[in-house]
């Protein structure tokens, strides 16, 4: 595809469960980001791979939150034991190289009943 | 701290009316972005700006770096531009954006 594409676009997730969201970013984009943006809130950074190198997971809130992009492509963002405090919509992002035009995806929303 | 403050928080406009959206900056950066994000839609750019001034039909982005500030204009605003706006700046160190809270903007036939 043309864009970043992002799946599922929903999820409901019950308490406790495991969850994993995948972004397929621009064929060639070298640097993909995930954030997390809550109701009401602006997006905030989670974690940066450039290539297949996860360069800075600063901003992974917990040690339940974990991304990888084995290939340097696809990344998957996995959530382990959701809490509901972890229902957002969760945005991928890539670009050609540091962060210059960026791409986004349409998101993951995510609900924790 | 927030690194990047956009004001206002939410405006509502009549059809027609000129708007202007306001974000203030407190690091160094490469680069200023502004972003569009329609409910329950993904984000798409804008603009990305590192100085000056830059028009797109009826939108205008302007950066003043000393002053470390930019805003956003449309003119002849209609509701197809009601959407949230957010300000985002890519800094000269690291590899990150920093995002604003974002401007929930109404615009009323």
């Known amino acids: 595809g043309a864009g970043v594409s992002q799946s599922p676009r929903y999820k409901v997730a019950k308490r406790g469960q495991d969850v994993a969201l995948r972004c397929d970013p621009i064929s060639g984009h070298v640097s993909l980001f995930w954030y997390q943006q809550a109701l009401g809130q602006g997006p905030e950074f989670l974690t940066y791979?450039?290539?297949?190198?996860?360069?800075?997971k600063s901003g992974l809130p917990s040690d339940r939150f974990f991304a990888e992009r084995p290939e340097g492509s696809v990344s998957t963002l996995k959530i382990q034991r959701t809490q509901q405090e972890d229902s957002a919509v969760y945005l991928c992002?890539?670009?050609?190289?540091?962060?210059?035009?960026?791409?986004f995806g349409q998101g993951t929303r995510l609900t924790v009943v | 701290k927030n690194e990047v403050e956009q004001s206002p928080q939410n405006l509502t406009a009549q059809e027609g009316e000129f708007i202007t959206i306001n974000c203030s900056y407190s690091?160094?950066?490469?680069?200023l972005h502004w972003l569009q994000q329609h409910p329950g839609g993904g984000i798409v750019s804008l603009f990305m700006?590192?100085?000056g001034k830059k028009k797109h039909g009826r939108l205008i982005a302007t950066i003043n770096i000393q002053e470390k500030h930019s805003s956003l204009h449309i003119t002849a605003s209609h509701p197809r531009d009601s959407a949230v706006y957010i300000c985002a700046v890519s800094r000269n160190t690291g590899n990150q954006f920093y995002f604003g809270t974002g401007t929930s903007l109404t615009v009323i036939p």
């Open positions: 690091v160094g950066i490469s680069a």
């Open positions: 700006l590192s100085s």
């Open positions: 791979f450039q290539n297949e190198a996860q360069l800075d």
């Open positions: 992002a890539s670009s050609a190289y540091r962060p210059t035009e960026a791409f």
